[in-house]
T-cell receptor, first 115, second 110 residues
């Protein structure tokens, strides 16, 4: 099992450019998440998905979009990149039913710089 | 809104020392998670617990539900334990989201 795979690991974008961060998991987890981690702060939820075809906003969704066409993939799209989106992005997944979860698996992160 | 507070923010120890990192939270939760993040690396889940105590190798995690407090202990610390340790809580519901503390940066000197 590869777990959660994120690509790319590093990227530099110019202001106004767009890009897609890829995330794939092979554990048949139903829930997937995108978080951003800023220096000195706890991770913040951007978007999450409870299953294929279903996505919802988290705490900091502005400037991002997601889709979940399959159980395995959960790409994060940045449109019109801004310096405020400079951060480290983590994708995660879990198998969650009702009030219970079996734990979370994280990707290795994408370090994004917008200049 | 659930707040997750960790202490200390930074911790330097000598190899072999016993280490404790603390986490407190403000509202009821379904589970508490301890995560490890190495410099430049990803995040690894160490423990998920909703009561009592769990042990894995030199790591021990405890939780006191009544006091809304958890501790992560490292026995016989080693330089390879140097990392950021993150406490996070989940409180169930349809979102399944984690609320994260800011992390404790641990440096173990040889």
């Amino acid at each position: 099992n590869a777990g959660v795979t994120q690509t790319p690991k590093f990227r530099i974008l110019k202001i106004g450019q767009s890009m897609t961060l890829q995330c794939a998991q092979d554990m048949n987890h139903n829930y997937m998440y995108w978080y951003r981690q800023d220096p000195g702060m706890g991770l913040k939820l951007i978007y999450y998905s409870v299953g294929a075809g279903i996505t919802d906003k988290g705490e900091v969704p502005n400037g991002y979009n997601v889709s979940r066409s399959t159980t395995e993939d959960f790409p994060l799209r940045l449109e019109l990149a801004a310096p405020s989106q400079t951060s480290v992005y983590f994708c995660a997944s879990s198998f969650t039913t009702g009030l219970r979860t079996n734990g979370y698996t994280f990707g290795s992160g994408t370090r994004l710089t917008v200049v | 809104k659930n707040e997750v507070e960790q202490s200390p923010q930074n911790l330097t120890a000598q190899e072999g020392e016993f280490i404790t990192i603390n986490c407190s939270y403000s509202v009821g939760i379904s589970a508490l998670h301890w995560l490890q993040q190495h410099p430049g690396g990803g995040i690894v889940s160490l423990f998920m617990l909703s009561s009592g105590k769990k042990k894995h190798g030199r790591l021990i995690a405890t939780i006191n539900i009544q006091e809304k407090h958890s501790s992560l202990h490292i026995t016989a610390s080693h330089p390879r334990d140097s990392a950021v340790y993150i406490c996070a809580v989940s409180y169930g519901g349809s979102q399944g989201n984690l609320i994260f503390g800011k992390g404790t940066k641990l440096s173990v000197k040889p």
